[in-house]
């Protein structure tokens, strides 16, 4: 690319590459394929980064992604629900002349939908009046009829609209489809730019790009505005469908990021009209839902009755004023395809102003004319269905053979009124980085209106997502694409603005975390179960592995072969390989089959899936920091490829010991002690009790004598050097059993876990439902009373019939108020009632 | 004709339903040929809230919040009704049935009937069994009388056949089933016609007068269908028993398919298994 006489552009290496296409809209390069004048500070930006800068800034942004963990969820992925998310590392390039015909265009067409929305579900004046064609509207499954008449706050049905915009090749910008309902990717724009401001810093400085904050304060502030106006502290609530949604990350990403609380449908209840999000201690009244829920599955009852994401008596709480939904149930009507092609005239209508925004330009086959019109150009047209219809994408004519274009064609004329034809739009390009070189890749970009009491805000950027490769019509994440950052570049530096709290919060102080739903501290509960379980697991193979390989990894000395039964006992090691010999190379063939991506069920692999799936349910409850060390946890575990040697076990299990004991540093040190916390702990607790139990029980049963793996024991548990310290001496059973049982200042001793778990439990709400839980705390406490007063020097001696009755007696006293305690918290405090729907 | 109605449904419950709420349809509509005098519905044990509002089809619908542990769930719609004989289809009712067809020339509160609704998705095979009675220039109440009386001798009325959620494809292959689906059935034939019908909800008379026939569907609730006639308005027709309905005919709702006007629909929370029980009593009073 020679300098060019418009920009006076010094840009050159990285981007003499770049090949402009013909007959493509560039946004970055204009007519004679010099670069636009107010791109140049981008690309001179990146062009002075150079190839290996970028690809180094490339890697972190990559890092940062997957350590925020970054995740789009595909359907039917087999690699799995989460995928990772893509950013390029150009963002589009618009300029700030021309954003502010967009923003105007983006707030008219807000303006437009929303007053077509309040006519629908009011008078329905526009098809009373022949403006819209009656199937449009009474053929619609969008139209929510038990909606109908029903008054939101303000008039306002379009919290957050999202409009996906493409350039023609004519330069102007054209409204593909607007998303009406639950519009989502505005948290994957927010995350584009934090990442991509990071990585560019210095392009991003002369850009003079302006902050998203401000928008997101704007919406956040609208949302809380709807709260009705005596509720003096608005509770908010964002409700998802779940981990397995595909924009799961989002909705957690958003609520974290604008204060919300994150909920599913099971949380919430109605009644007495009113929604409340059902917490452990109380049942909390919620005010604004912001629902990331299809219409049709927000409400069982009036709704859809297959579907229980949502929640019963939703539609009559909000007909009686008492919350409000965000966007308004029912407002996904106006993501009809078929009313596109009506909207130029309903602007005139309805605002008496020309529309500013043109979508595509569309035909509704149910008027004779355009019928006409779309048989005679089916070829070049694209056809969609007329009415919202998940099943059937749109169809490209031009993709489609002579036959299947005869079949199209009679089926238009069979039901005309159920199809629009719509031009294409020649998607522009923009350049992305591959990694090596820019390439044009087509970008469509997804902006956002927001309304912020009386007046509508527009997001200074969007969310741009850019076509997998050349061939592929549809840009979409499901497809494969990747996405942009969207950069307005401006003349002029941009406000400064970041996300405070409004002026006046009052300060709260909660004592308990009282916010927290009942499914959470479910989930907590079972994270701190199924963490302790890991780290027992990593501990049992790494003293195994030590012992088998400290001297003579040929012979099977004794230790090694009782180790490797407790093992196998406690279901850390496939009973298959126990009978083969300890040699170096089928001990790292097991461990290899241990850690492989497909090996056998373990006892480490099913707590790790655990932790995943419960963690991804509960994120917007943790930290960024306990986030990244769960990632990295699972990376540790799954990383390695191909034959693993010992050293590298040893390495790995010390590396797992070591992400564990970061994840119990964080929840020590960085979680508010509030109910989340302590059912986390609580958690943990009882599973280090149960292990502990089960781990002295089982080393009785498989070593004789069992001194062989008393130093096993004792680094399993992590209190070999307290041990050192005390005795000074070689293990023996007595002194062991008083440390691993009865002593009550060893974190991991049997008695310890018993103390937490009392003062925990002391610290519960109480009321009715909890008597089930007050009797096994009682349990409890008379359990670690017997341990209190257990002699184990008496429990621990060795008669000559290898005969420990009285000690596993006392082991199995302990098992029965542990496992009593773990029903007794679910029957209290978590809802697991199953809901039903009767026609 | 004055009737007594008394429509009573049970609910029991092998688990505590801890929390459930309901929409009930069990109030009778007033209508040109209908005038419901009295209705009350007593909810055992007390709802923790009731509502009553219009819906979108203009039925009374009662919204209700059961709170607070039980096993059981009864509830009770009594309601007096006058009904009077419909008056008699119009000479315009003679008019081609094709004439019906164009939807541009329909009142605005019909065309909500024309198309296709959750419970109505005409297959193919539901066209093909309409045809037959359209022949070209046939006028509408005779082409939909027969179609009502092939639908009364092809179809066996059997109440094990199908349930609420039994789609008309099943139907067709049947061969059987009841009021409920006899009417989608006719509804889906004369949509696929292109005419607007709907689905009426309702009570027929449980002892008829001496010298009468006792009419299938007494003692629980029954649905027919309605055509439009431009013209001549709405005209009822019952395919169950292959009678256009009269005085002993009792409007409840109306709506495009029975997913609009369910008597009693509810989400529960807990609960296990529940069993169903509905009786119905349509009591005639003397004048």
Known sequence: MNPTASGGSTVTSLLEEYRVRDGVFDEAFGAGRGLRPFCEPLFSSLDRLGRHELASRRENARRAIRDNGVTYNVYGDPAGSDRPWTL???????????????????????????????????????????VLPPSLIHANPAFLRPCHGIDVPGGVRLH???????????????????????????????????????????????????????????????????????????????????????????????????????VEGGDLTCRDGRVFIKTLDRLQPVDVILRRLDDSYCDPLELRAESTLGVAGLVEAVRAGHVTVANALGSGLTETPGIAAFLPDLCRRLLGEELLLQPARSWWCG?????????????????????????????????????????LRSALRARPEEFVGQREVALSVAPSWSGQAFHPRQAVLRAYVAVAGDSWVVMPGGLTRTGADDGEPIVSMQRGGGSKDTWIIGDEPPQAASLLPPAQVRV????????????????????GRQVERAEQTVRLLRSFVTAATREDTAARTPEVAALERLLVALGAWPASAADDDVSLPSLEHTLTELFSPDGPESTL??????????????????????????????????????????????????????DLAAFAGMEMENMTRGYGWR?????????????????????LAVANPVTTVLASLLEIADSSMTYRRRYFAEPQLPPVLDLLLGDTTNTRALAFQLNALTDHLAQLPHDDASAQVNHQAARLAAAAQLLDRADFAELGLTGEDQDYGPLLHLLDQMDEPLLGLSDALAASYFSHAEVRVSQ | MRYDVTHTTRYRYTDAVLLSHHVARLSPLTLPHQTCLSQEIEIDPAPAITRRHRDFYGNEMTFFIMEGAHHELRVTARSRVEVHRPAMPGPLADAPWESARDHEQLPLDVIEYAFDSPA??????????????????????????????????????????????????????????????????????????????????????????????RLVGADASHAWLSVYCPGAGWIDLDPTNNVVPGEMHITLARGRDYGDVSPLRGVMLGGGEHQLSVAVDVLRLDA
């Open chain 1, 508 to 527: 709260r102080r909660e004592q308990h975390g009282t916010d927290l739903p009942s499914r959470v501290a479910d989930n907590l509960f079972w994270l």
């Open chain 1, 88 to 130: 390029d590392m150009v963002p589009l390039p618009i300029a700030a002349a021309e954003w502010i015909r967009i923003e105007a265009g983006l707030v008219q067409r807000a303006r437009l939908l929303n007053t077509i929305l309040g006519d629908l579900y009011g008078p329905m004046r526009l098809v009373g009046e022949g």
């Open chain 2, 120 to 213: 109505i998705r005409p297959t193919e095979e539901v066209a093909h069994y309409a045809r037959p009675s359209f022949t070209p220039g046939r006028p509408l109440l005779e082409a939909v009388l027969e179609l009502v009386e092939r639908i009364h001798a092809d179809f066996r009325f059997d109440p094990q056949a199908t349930t609420v959620a039994t789609p008309l494809a099943d139907v067709m292959r049947l061969r059987r089933g009841v009021c409920q689906d006899f009417s989608q059935l006719g509804i889906g034939c004369l949509r696929t016609m292109g005419l607007a019908a709907r689905y009426v909800s309702g009570y027929i008379e449980t002892l008829p007068p001496p010298g009468q026939p």
């Open chain 1, 605 to 658: 692999r099913a707590p790790l899936a655990d932790i995943r799936r419960i963690a991804m349910s509960v994120r917007d409850r943790l930290s960024l920091d306990t986030w990244r060390i769960l990632s990295q946890l699972q990376a540790d575990f799954t990383l390695r490829r191909g034959r693993l040697q010992v050293d590298d076990v040893l390495q790995h299990l010390n590396q797992l010991v070591t």
């Open chain 1, 367 to 407: 008027h004779p004319d355009d019928l006409t019109y779309v048989l005679e150009h089916a070829q070049d047209l694209v056809i969609k269905r007329a009415l919202p219809h998940a099943a059937a994408p749109p169809i490209f004519g031009r993709l489609l053979t002579r036959e299947q274009l005869r079949a």
């Open chain 1, 160 to 262: 957050l609209l999202a409009v996906d915009l493409a350039r023609s090749p004519d330069g102007q910008w054209r409204v593909l489809s607007d998303r009406t309902q639950a519009p989502s990717g505005a948290g994957y724009a927010l995350e584009n730019r934090i990442v991509l401001s990071r990585s560019l810093p210095e392009a991003f400085r002369e850009c003079q790009v302006p902050q998203l904050s401000a928008f997101f304060r704007a919406h956040r502030d609208g949302l809380a505005m709807l709260a009705p106006p005596l509720s003096r502290d608005p509770r908010v609530v964002v409700l998802t469908p779940g981990p397995l949604n595909e924009t799961y990350f989002e909705h957690a990403y958003l609520a974290r990021y604008l204060g919300f609380t994150l």
């Open chain 1, 679 to 699: 059912f986390l702990d609580m958690g943990r607790r009882l599973e280090r009790a149960l292990e502990t139990a089960r781990l002295v029980r089982s080393a």
